[in-house]
């Protein structure tokens, strides 16, 4: 079992930054990777970026890229997405997610463990 919990969301203007933190534990040895995904009101969850804890491995969703950072603190077990030149267009519930998949792993359903999500809120 593993489970996840994210912290750093809130309210920020346009432009503005944020870091969302994920923090995990249980049998985080079994998992792969990291991903952080979003959801806006009547929008399907989103992909945004993915690390994997052995290596650093990123990807991101190319409307973030130059934009988000994601990172891990593998001896704290920690996961971070750090958001800078925010935009409305990110406002969303963003969920942080892991996965023991080593391929394809830019779909919410190839993760099987996931944080309770936390409100990222982008105004103009």
């Known amino acids: 079992q593993v489970q996840l919990v994210e912290s750093g969301g809130g309210l920020v203007q346009a432009g503005g930054s944020l870091r969302l933190s994920c923090a995990a534990s249980g049998r985080t040895s079994s998992t792969y990777a990291m991903g952080w995904f979003r959801q806006a009101p009547g929008k399907e969850r989103e992909f945004v970026s993915r690390i994997t804890w052995s290596g650093g491995i990123t990807y991101y969703l190319d409307s973030v890229k130059g934009r988000f950072t994601i990172s891990t603190d593998n001896a704290k077990n920690m996961v971070y997405l750090q958001m800078n030149s925010l935009k409305p267009e990110d406002t969303a519930v963003y969920y942080c997610?892991?996965?023991?998949?080593?391929?394809?792993?830019?779909?919410?359903?190839?993760?099987?463990?996931w944080g309770q999500g936390t409100q990222v809120t982008v105004s103009s």
């Open positions: 997610a892991a996965t023991n998949w080593r391929f394809s792993l830019t779909t919410p359903n190839q993760y099987k463990y």
